[in-house]
C-alpha cells in the first residue's frame, strides 16, 4: 500500500507496475517516517547531527565539507524551482563524469522533488534520446565541457525543453552556478513520501532497449542501512574511492549514497583510471574502495612496484565474477579479503557479499540482512545444493519497471529473476555460474550484443553480423563482432579499425568490438534465426 505523494507530477506513480506484478517487500527492521527526502538525509540531517565541518567530498583539488555541500545543493534546488520551473515528479536527466558538481545537482534535484535520471558522459544522442522518451524528460542538467550530444538530442525530442549548463571543475563558471550563487543557502525540500520515486535507473537488457528501474526515497537509505552498515561497518573517517560512475547505482551508492549516509567522505574521479585510483588512495589514505577485478589486478602489480595501498582496510569487488586466483593475490598481499559480492540495477545496489570474517574465493557469500534468496528452476521450484539454477531474490528492495511488460518475466512469485545462473553449497554460500541471458559484461560494463549489432549493421562495409561475449582474461569478458563483409570489401586491419570507430561514433565507446571476425556466413536456424550460441567459445584474434 503506497503512502501519501507530494509528486504534482504523478507520472512515475501512475506507470508503477501493476500491484500483482511487484515483487513481495521486506520491510521489517527498515522504518522510516512517511514523509521522506533522501536529498536532506544525507546533507541538512547529516550537518544536524554534527557532521557539518567534515569532507564529504574530494574532488578537482578541493574537499568540500557537509556545510559546504549542503549549502550548494539548497542554493541549487532554489534555482531548479525558481528559474527553471521544476515541478515535484518532474524527472530531471543528469549528465557529467564523476565530479562533487554532480552529486550537488543530484542532492538538488532529489530537495525539489524531482526524479532524478543520472547518465553517462558517453552515451550518444541516439542513446540519451531513447533515456528521455522513455522517462519523458523535460529538464537536463548538464556538465558544459559535454553538452554537445545532449543539444542535439534535444533538437528533435518530443519532450526535452531544456538543457541547462552546469561547470563539473571547480570553477562554478556556467549558467546554473551563476544564478544558483545569489540563491539562500537555507531551502524548504519538498516534503516527499518515502515511497515517492526519487530515482530512475537505466538498464539495457539483452535487447537494448531501456528499461527504467524505479526507486523510492527509502530505498537510497535501505541500502545504506542494510549492505553499507552490514558489511562495511562505515565510519565517519571512512574515505571512498572507487571506478563505477555516479550514473550506475552500483557507483551512486558505493560513491555518494554510503559515505553520505554516515559521515565519510568520497573521492570522485572523472578518469578513473587504476593508476589515478592508486595516486588517490596512497594521498588521502582512502579505506574503502569499489571497483572491478581488472582495476585490483592493475593494483596488486603496483604494490609489488612499491606502491602504498595499506591503508584500504575493505575492497568490495562487483560489476564481474571475481576471479579466484586475484582474490588469493590480494588476500596474499594485503592479508585482507577482497569481498565480492551480486547486485543489480533492478535491486539498486548489493543483496548477497561475502564478509570481513566470512569470505571464500569462487563464492560469492551470503544475503545481507533483510533479503533472502534461493535457487529455483523454471517452474520456480527451489533446487537441491550443488544444483546450477536460476538465482532468485528478495527483500527492502525490488524491481518495478516503468511501464514495462518485462516485469512479469524478471518478478515470478513475489521473487526477482536476476537473470543470473547459481549455485547453493551445502553450508549456504552462493557461487555464481553464469549469466542467464546474452548480456556481455567487460570490465564490469552491461553491454547488450543487438545494440551493437546495429551500430555495425549501419555502416556500409557490413552486410550482417552478430556479436557475442568472448571469454578475456584481463576484462573478464569483450565484445566479439562476427561480420559477413559486403561485396569487395577487404578483409583487413584498416576494414576492422574502421568498423570500431564507427561503433565508437554511434553509441557508447566502451561497447565498441574488442574482437572482430569475418566470416562468409553466419550459423542460422532454418528459419533464419542467428544462432550465437554456436559462436561463442571461438579463439579471439
Known sequence: MLGPSAHT???????????????????????????????????????????????????????????????????????????????????????????????????????????????????????????????????????????????????????????????????????????????????????????????????????????????FHRDLLIIADAYAKEVLDVQPDDVFVGSPPLAFTFGLGGLAIFPLRFGAAATLLEQATPPKMIEIIETYKATISFTAPTAYRVMLAAMEEGADLSSLRIAVSAGETLPAPIYDAWMKKTGKPMLDGIGATEMLHIFISNRLGDSAPGSTGKPVGGYQAKIVDDEMNEMPRGEIGRLAVRGPTGCRYLADKRQAKYVRDGWNLTGDSFYQDEAGYFHFAARSDDMIISAGYNIAGPEVEAALLSHDFVSECAVVGADDEERGQIVQAHIVLAADVPADAATIKALQDHVKQVIAPYKYPRSVKFVDALPKTATGKIQRFALRGRTVN
Open 9 to 215: 507530477d504523478t507520472f512515475t506513480r501512475d506507470n508503477l507496475p501493476p500491484d500483482d506484478e511487484w515483487p513481495d517487500l521486506l520491510l521489517d527492521g527498515f522504518d522510516y517516517p512517511e514523509v521522506l527526502n533522501a536529498g536532506v538525509e544525507f546533507t541538512d540531517a547529516m550537518v544536524a547531527k554534527g557532521f557539518g565541518d567534515n569532507t564529504a567530498l574530494i574532488g578537482n583539488g578541493r574537499r568540500r565539507t557537509y556545510k559546504e555541500l549542503t549549502d550548494w545543493s539548497n542554493r541549487i534546488a532554489h534555482a531548479l524551482v525558481e528559474n527553471y520551473g521544476v515541478k515535484p515528479g518532474n524527472r530531471v536527466l543528469i549528465r557529467s563524469a564523476n565530479n562533487p558538481a554532480m552529486v550537488a545537482c543530484w542532492l538538488a534535484a532529489t530537495k525539489a522533488g524531482a526524479v532524478v535520471v543520472n547518465t553517462m558522459p558517453m552515451l550518444r544522442a541516439g542513446e540519451l534520446g531513447q533515456i528521455i522518451d522513455k522517462a519523458e524528460v523535460e529538464f537536463a542538467l548538464c556538465d558544459t565541457r559535454i553538452k554537445d550530444e545532449l543539444v542535439a538530442c534535444g533538437k528533435d525530442s518530443r519532450f526535452l525543453k531544456k538543457v541547462i549548463g552546469f561547470d563539473g571543475t571547480a570553477n562554478h563558471d556556467a549558467e546554473l552556478d551563476r544564478i544558483a550563487l545569489d540563491k539562500p543557502v537555507k531551502f524548504s525540500a519538498v516534503p516527499t513520501g518515502r515511497d515517492d520515486v526519487a530515482l530512475l535507473g537505466f538498464t539495457s537488457g539483452t535487447t537494448g532497449e531501456p528499461k527504467a528501474t524505479m526507486h
